[in-house]
């Protein structure tokens, strides 16, 4: 909806929500579960995911779209684990027996790292403590299914979430929502990591989170992302300067404190930003202090890990009948350029007429070795 459009009268949408207290998002059946307090007073505002189990969270039976999801987990990041990325968030769009979405929740909503992290864009936001939220439009013609997958050691006993959607004709010309991860923990030199593989159009590339482990020394950014559309095969047709540029930024972010000394400037802005730079593994902040296992007291020492978004919300990438997407890893130590080998992740978001992704489901987590 443009914002010209709030305050035209619109009768031909049916505004639902469904949650934990409604969890078909049926009218007028909201708000209904008792608590100490009595009959229909805040009774029912979370589920459990069991270990090991996937939970269907929605299952709609109609045309319309979704408009908001809001969702946060009780300890997202208690110590040594990986929470955010553990719980692995799947849609899938009229009756399709492959998702058209897969993604660790953490890793959608820009959180990488199984970490938490606060983000002020367009189409995610995540606000304290934890709630995160996106505006991604994701119409459907006939069904909608989510669910979410526990892939954590043990059960998650506090999952909130409520799902905004209206009930409404969908045009022929609108396209399903998609989104996918992929991580190489280390790249290959010389070979680009594939932020998208080849997707199905037609279609439109909107956006992606980026997440930079640096394994080396020095500046990890130079690397241009490239975009291969419609049959590009040795070059893309687009191209971006270097990895900072790409999302918005200049001179690999760099500014300097009262000191002189030279830091990287996080930052957030509508369609792109670079809200996540951290030396400190969070995950083990019980461990930092000793109380669980003096020898595990490591936190400090983690790897610079680097958080990046960007959406084109004003400028879709257009393409007919498919889209490859990647990134070089490519160095700068300030006299030359070299070849880089990090641990890198993504999340790509794009719209298809196709209602399933063609892509390979992601890896199970394996036992007690974050993924």
Sequence with gaps: MNISDLALINLNEENRTISPENLTGAKGKAAMSASDLGPSRKGNGSIKL???KTVTIADIHSAGEIRHIWMTIADATPAGSFVLRDEVLRMYWDGADKPAVEVPIGDFFCNGFGERCDINSALITVNP???????????????AKITITNEHPGDIDGFFYGIDYVIKDVPEDAAYFHAAWNRQEYTEKQNDFVVLPSVKGPGHFVGVYFEVCALQRYWWGEGEFKFYIDGDTNYPTITSTGTEDYFGGAWAFHQKDKNGKTYAQTFQRPFMGYPFMSKV???????????????HAFGNDALPMHGLYRFHLLDPIRFKHDLKVTVQQIGNNDIQLFERS?????VAYWYSAEKASNLPAIAPQPERVPR
């Design 50 to 52: 069991p270990q090991g």
């Design 129 to 143: 403590t934890g709630g995160f939220n996106t505006y991604f439009p994701m119409p459907f013609r006939k069904s």
């Design 281 to 295: 593994d969070h995950t083990r902040d019980e461990f930092n202090n000793g109380e669980l296992m003096p020898l």
């Design 342 to 346: 990090d641990d890198v992740a993504a």
